[in-house]
Each structure stands twice: as structure tokens, then as C-alpha cells.
């Protein structure tokens, strides 16, 4: 009987290693496998958004995944719409493989997820009503628990809100609502200000001309480098994909791409080329 027991704990013993050292799946091995990549996405226009009369979604990020796509040969499955406020715990639980969105890369996401290298930049400005002179002087006025900012939770402009003006009243939103819902709280006054990149902004001053402005155009409160959201540790699906964003952006897609979707000129930057042509070049 003690000799049965012991062979016994002996082959336990002998297989519990190989268990704990086989490896596990990668996003890349599943993606492989599977011919496909499934795409977790938020609506926002120019991005990712949906025809209004077809519903066919469009945007310049849409293409550009499509894209992706068609060079590695792989399948792009939009798999499910999230909130900006649950997009990345979608991508943990495993319900898509790539957040295929324009993503702001910002430290507190950094910790959580990986990015993508940057397929173009925006900046973000501080926004009031128009005759609203109190943030003229300096945005640092807005950092005072007196003034009220708008935010949707989750998104880009809670992050700057908690970083750039930690002590200002805080007027939050689901993000459940769209964006284009912070420039309204500020236009009724139910906030003093927020914060949004210009495109934005412009396609709501165009049907809401001269209710709201840019404090101060010359200084952006930030560049928000605008990328795809990839799992962590997953170097070798991170690495395919960087690879094919630098080559879409040295052959001209992307750039072709912002001048299809970009309704204002210069809201949109595109990532500087790392070289210069020589004169026998030019």
C-alpha cells in the first residue's frame, strides 16, 4: 500500500511542472490561428462611426484597420461597440483582441494597455463660451473649485481635467453620452469649460456658430498621440501591427486617409517621416 502511495505522489509530483510550464496562448497564436482580428471600437466621427441613413459604419480609423487587415492577410471582425468607459475591460476579458478606435495613449491607460506607434496627433484646447473672458489671462485660472468643468468618465477629457486642472468642480457625464455633449453643458452653462480636440469642435461651432470658442489657439493644453489599444505583454502581435502602421504611414495611406476624413485643415497631425531626402533625391 505505502509503495502504491508513493509511486503515485511520485507521478503527481513528476507531472505538476510541465502543467505549470506550458505556455500560454498569446493574442498573436489566437489571431494566427483563427485568420482574424477581433475589433472592440467607441463611435466617434471622424474615427469610427455609423451612416446615419444606412447604418454602414465609415471613419478614417475604420479604414485604416481595414487596411491593416488586407496587408497581414488577416480577417477584421468588428466584434462589439463599447463605451468609452469599458472599452479596455472588454480587451482584458477577451471579448476582442484590439481596440480598434482612436485611442488617446495617456499614462494612467499605459498601465493597464499597450498602444500602437501613433498613426497621427491632435491637440486639445480649452473651450468656453464666447463672450466668457475669466480664462482669457491663463487656463491656470480654471483650476479653482469656483469653476466647473465638463467631462465624460472614461474619456480624454476626465483625464485632463484630473491632470492639468486637479482642484476645478467637476460636471461628469456617463460615457455613455457622445463628446460633442461636453461643448453643449458648457453653451447652457452648466459648466464654465472643457476640453476637446479641435475637430470636434469646429463641426459644432459650424451648426452653432458663435456660442463657443478656443481660449487660446496658439496653445494647445496637450498633443494627444492617437493610436490602436493592444493587449499587454503581447510583443509579437504589438510588433505586426507597429509595423504595418509605419508602413501605411511611409507609402501615403495614411496621409491619404486624414485628407479623405479631415473637415478642418491642420486638425490632424501626421507623424513627422524619419529621414530627410537628399539633393540628388529631391
Not at 503515485?8 to 509530483?13: H, P, Q, T, Y
Not at 501615403?252 to 529621414?275: C, I, N, Q, S
Amino acid at each position: 500500500m505505502n509503495n502504491l502511495l508513493v509511486a503515485f505522489l511520485f507521478l503527481l509530483a513528476s507531472t505538476l511542472p510541465a502543467a505549470a510550464d506550458a505556455p500560454r496562448e498569446t493574442v498573436f497564436d489566437r489571431v494566427m490561428q483563427a485568420g482574424a482580428i477581433r475589433c472592440g471600437y467607441a463611435i466617434w466621427d471622424p474615427a469610427v462611426y455609423k451612416d446615419e441613413k444606412t447604418g454602414e459604419m465609415k471613419g478614417l480609423v475604420y479604414d485604416l484597420v481595414n487596411v491593416i487587415g488586407k496587408r497581414l492577410n488577416l480577417k477584421i471582425a468588428w466584434a462589439e461597440e463599447a463605451s468609452w468607459g469599458t472599452i479596455v475591460e472588454g480587451m482584458h476579458t477577451g471579448r476582442y483582441d484590439m481596440i480598434c478606435t482612436g485611442l488617446f495613449a495617456t499614462s494612467g491607460r499605459a498601465k493597464v494597455i499597450d498602444f500602437s506607434d501613433p498613426y497621427f496627433y491632435l491637440p486639445v484646447y480649452l473651450v468656453a463660451r464666447k463672450h466668457d473672458a475669466r480664462f482669457d489671462v491663463s487656463n491656470e485660472t480654471l483650476n479653482d473649485p469656483r469653476y466647473k468643468i465638463a467631462v465624460l468618465d472614461g474619456e480624454l477629457s476626465s483625464i485632463l481635467a484630473a491632470q492639468v486642472f486637479p482642484k476645478a468642480t467637476v460636471d461628469s457625464m456617463s460615457q455613455l453620452n457622445d463628446v460633442p455633449l461636453l461643448l453643449k453643458e458648457v453653451e447652457t452653462k452648466k459648466a464654465d469649460a472643457t476640453v476637446i480636440e479641435p475637430e470636434t469642435f469646429l463641426n459644432y461651432d459650424a451648426h452653432n456658430p458663435g456660442l463657443l470658442k478656443i481660449v487660446d489657439p496658439a496653445h494647445p493644453l496637450s498633443l494627444m498621440a492617437t493610436t490602436l489599444g493592444l493587449p499587454q505583454n503581447d510583443l509579437a502581435f504589438k510588433r505586426m501591427i507597429d509595423v504595418t502602421v509605419r508602413e501605411l504611414i511611409f507609402d501615403g495611406t495614411v496621409a491619404a486617409l486624414v485628407k479623405k476624413y479631415e473637415k478642418h485643415d491642420g486638425t490632424m497631425l501626421l507623424p513627422a517621416r524619419p529621414f530627410q531626402p537628399t539633393e540628388t533625391q529631391k
